[in-house]
């Protein structure tokens, strides 16, 4: 059986068993078919990742979120497609730490670090200092113009202070500058652990270590 007979087979006794099952359901209720996929990845009941035809659908994960840096969006991604399909953790994690050798050594360009956050209000508004507030009060003094609704695009430089008071304004920032240890620790490892937690590596591991995962409890 060929791979598009295989899954119009397993499309229509799904969409058959829905049958059966809705009309069962007190009126109001109904499951309905969302498409066939290959494989999935849960982290959690709302958190997951799912792969149809080569295209990833992620409902939770940092994948669909703005306020994350292109380069942790793109990594969970590469992470993803290596699992799902793949069926390869040893593959995610060498990926994960290309990334961070690249991060460390000053090769990841800069639109990749780039984290963009929307204002709400004035930036003088705020009482909470977070990193987009600090990074749109130093654009006002530069002269540009920003309040709500303003998206504003920042990246994280190095220095003993702070997080939020080391965000720098896209438009200002030196490449030279910007923060491995902080792109490497809140950003990619945080977007890709949980996944890699699931199918058997650990921080130490990814980082420091190979190891590869047994998948028959996975898929």
């Known amino acids: ?36 996929f290959q494989r999935g990845f849960f982290v959690t009941k709302k958190r997951y990742a799912l792969i149809a035809d080569d295209k990833i659908v992620v409902k939770g994960l940092e994948l669909v979120r703005r306020d994350w840096a292109p380069v942790a969006k793109k990594t969970q991604e590469k992470v993803l497609m290596a699992i799902l399909k793949d069926g ?55 002269g540009l113009k920003v309040g709500p609704g303003s998206i504003i695009r920042y990246v994280v430089i190095r220095g003993k202070e702070p997080i939020n008071e080391r965000a720098v304004p896209f438009e200002n920032v030196d490449i030279s500058k910007y923060d491995p240890s902080y792109y490497i620790n809140n950003q990619v490892l945080p977007a890709v652990s949980r996944i890699l937690d699931a199918v058997g590596y650990s921080k130490e591991e990814i980082l420091y270590g190979e190891k590869q995962s047994n998948l028959d409890a996975f898929f």
């Open 1 to 36: 059986m060929s791979e598009v007979d295989y899954k119009t087979v397993i499309t229509d006794k799904a969409k058959k068993f829905l049958g059966d099952v809705n009309e069962d359901l007190p009126d109001g209720m109904e499951l309905k078919f969302e498409g066939f």
């Open 88 to 142: 390869s953790p040893k593959k995610a994690a060498k990926i994960i730490k290309t990334v961070v050798e690249d991060l460390n050594s000053g090769l990841i360009p800069l639109d990749d670090l780039v984290i963009h956050t929307q204002l709400t209000k004035n930036p003088d508004d705020y009482v909470q200092k977070a990193p987009h507030v600090i990074a749109a009060r130093k654009a006002l003094k530069k």
